[in-house]
């Protein structure tokens, strides 16, 4: 009987993708092809096209679903893509862009740097090094030269030209708000001084500033430091969070980075303005004649855009990667965050405390939302199984507003320069931060979002304030058999707002997931950490260890398990971790807490994290691709 139903199964499966409609597509192929496995397009792109007319014209190859097929290898937009309510599929016919079976497909939003010349006779770089550092023009884009803060060499990640190696940072002299300023030890660097691009990464607590600098002032062994607008007001103006003086393990810290007198160490690179000339310092396995070196020419590769009336519906992705994402905002406009990656738009401390929402508050903010190489926004049945997200630089994927009935499953994500993950509405634009999102239209709030059995490491390699799975305002929320891993501030993130008042979230499920080797670089972190007023949520059955202490944090707020400001409405049963190290900082009073800590019976700590078929735990494997 087993035998049969297997094979009945089968049958029905196959019966399934024998009439869907399939449009092929290779990047061999030719946009005015038939789009079929003889005859294919070129670009994704113009097969969505092709199914999109077919869905309007009602054609009879959507009768059970439309398959986009990608043979094997790069496609590279030269636009995010843009999915529509036209593109929406439903639940008996589907649209699933696929690869081809045992094809690897990537989708790119990176170009080639090529024409590498050894050595150079800049100045500015010591005469000892310059025969080892390596010359590029930088592709143009139209009529510009591309700019970049990011650049992949054979796959991994070089870093911007830094005053010390990576991870290593200096204590801060003085934060001075009203001068605004930061005062510094002197750097040993000739010349640092008068170069032009310099910006300071500034170590804040729970996040990070990028400022650029506007003037660096030597005084003997200080040097005093002032920025650019518009970051300059809003670094000294925001009070949380702001760097610390004084603080029980010492100042808060710093790194100087881009300029070519910092390019000194393997794997380094600067790209010099107005002349758009790329420098890089190779490591030693590296052969620039050789060499594969990708900048990324876009922020977002995919947009998945509908309304409240006219959701996008019923879209799948499978068995893609999608690679190579840019963040140029802190070019421009410099990066102070408030908390979670987002950028503050304005901030600043009330002279008088209080809203009519929270009688004590005793500051404002107004943030906005990190670009992210896939947008959804109203959306249903938006699911990606078995996809690779990497080298991004900013958020990972984001599910933003009004998204509902969705799936993200047995998906990698690694190499991201912020948050992996991001799911819900975050009150951005001219919305307060502090004051409950209660939107007018409940579908508005993202509901129904399962994320499950994905492994997300090595996430927050730019925005150190990033989380690994970050979930703002949402209702309904199942996430589940996950591992986070290498981030470097918290693991997983639920809810938003400081408050117990209502606002719409509630029903959260954070269950069975593997969180470990979290708060690196910052602090005030949890491996699992939630916001405001949640009833009906649970936290139960997850596996937490591996708290790393941040080498430049100024105190030692960092937890397994952290209930921030006025979390309420939880459930929290049965999390494993190696010691009951929890916190919570002015809670409601629905929580309840069952069981947690090193006395949780294994077979829980051992069932955590992602699991394979039959319930097993799968091991922790990394895919990289070269």
């Given amino acids: 009987m087993k035998t049969k139903m297997i094979c009945f199964i089968a049958f029905i499966s196959y019966s399934f993708y024998l009439t869907a409609g399939d449009i092929y ?114 592709p143009r884009m139209g009529n510009r030269i591309l700019e970049t803060r990011q650049m992949w060499v054979n796959g991994a990640k070089a870093q911007r030209a830094a005053q010390f190696p990576d991870g290593v940072m200096e204590r801060m002299i003085d934060f001075n708000p009203e001068e605004e300023t930061i005062t510094i030890p002197t750097p040993q660097t000739a010349g640092l001084n008068a170069a032009s691009q310099v910006e300071m990464i500034v170590h804040q607590r729970w996040a990070i500033a990028i400022l650029r600098v506007k003037e660096m002032i030597a005084e003997g062994t200080n040097t005093i430091v002032r920025f650019h607008e518009p970051e300059s007001r809003l670094e000294f103006a925001h009070p949380w ?11 808060s810290s710093f790194c100087l980075v881009n300029a070519l007198e910092l390019l000194d160490q393997p794997g380094e690179w600067y790209q010099d303005y107005p002349s758009g000339r790329i420098y890089y310092y190779p490591r030693p396995h590296e052969d620039m004649t050789k060499a594969q070196v990708i900048i990324p020419a876009l922020e977002t590769l995919l947009t998945i855009s509908g309304t409240l009336e ?66 959804v926004k109203c ?58 999102y209660k939107p007018f239209h409940e579908q508005e ?28 305002y949402v209702k309904n929320i199942h996430i589940v058999h996950n591992e986070v891993c290498h981030v470097n501030y918290s693991g997983i993130c639920v809810g938003w707002g400081w ?83 929890f916190d919570s900082n002015r809670p409601g009073p629905h929580n309840v807490w069952k069981k947690n800590g090193p006395q949780v019976d294994e077979s829980i700590k051992q069932k955590a994290g992602r699991v394979a078929v039959g319930g097993v735990s799968q091991p922790r494997i990394i895919i990289k691709t070269k």
């Avoid at 059995?453 to 927050?460: G, K, M, S």
Wanted: with cysteine; aromatic share 8%.
């Fill in 499 to 581: 408050t117990l008042l209502e606002s719409g979230m509630s029903g959260n499920r954070i269950e069975a997931n593997y969180v470990h080797h979290f708060a690196r670089r910052l602090y005030d972190a949890g491996g699992l950490y939630t916001l405001s007023n949640q009833p009906g949520s649970v936290m139960r059955n997850n596996r937490i260890e591996q708290l790393i202490n941040a080498p430049y944090a100024t105190n030692d707020r960092a937890f397994y398990i952290y209930f921030d400001e006025a979390t309420d409405g939880y459930t929290v049963e049965n999390n494993w971790c190696p010691s009951e190290r």
């Fill in 445 to 472: 709030l993202c509901t129904g979002i399962t994320i499950r059995n994905n492994l997300i490491e090595e996430v927050t390699n730019e925005d150190w304030g990033g989380v690994g799975i970050g979930a703002g």
């Fill in 310 to 375: 006219r959701p996008v519906r019923n879209i799948r992705f499978q068995n893609i990667s999608f690679e190579h994402t840019s963040w140029m905002r802190p070019s421009y406009q410099g990066h102070v965050t408030l908390q979670g990656g987002f950028h503050l738009l304005d901030a600043y401390k009330l002279q008088i405390p209080g809203l009519p929402e929270k009688a004590e508050l005793e500051n404002q903010a107004w943030i906005g939302r990190p670009e992210a190489a896939i947008q």
């Fill in 379 to 436: 959306g249903s049945h938006i699911d990606f199984d078995h996809c690779t997200f990497q080298h991004l630089a900013a958020t990972g994927v984001d599910y933003e507003r009004a998204v509902s009935n969705s799936v993200i499953e047995n998906c990698l994500f690694t190499d991201i320069g912020g948050t992996g993950l991001l799911v819900g509405t975050f009150p951005d634009g001219g919305f307060e931060t502090h004051v409950p």
């Fill in 25 to 138: 597509v290779s990047p061999y192929g030719n946009d005015k092809a038939a789009g079929t496995r003889q005859s294919p397009l070129q670009t994704l792109e113009q097969a969505i096209k092709k199914a999109r007319e077919w869905r309007r014209l009602q054609s009879p190859e959507i009768a059970g679903g439309i398959n986009i097929i990608l043979e094997e290898g790069i496609y590279q937009p030269n636009k995010p893509l843009f999915i529509r309510p036209e593109d929406s599929g439903t639940s008996e016919s589907p649209t699933i862009i696929t690869a081809a079976p045992d094809a690897r497909v990537i989708l790119s939003g990176g170009v080639p740097v090529t024409g590498w010349k050894q050595g150079c006779e800049d100045t500015r770089i010591p005469e000892t090094l310059r025969k080892e550092i390596w010359v590029a023009e930088a």
């Fill in 241 to 251: 969070p702001q760097p610390v003086i004084d603080g029980e393990k010492g100042n």
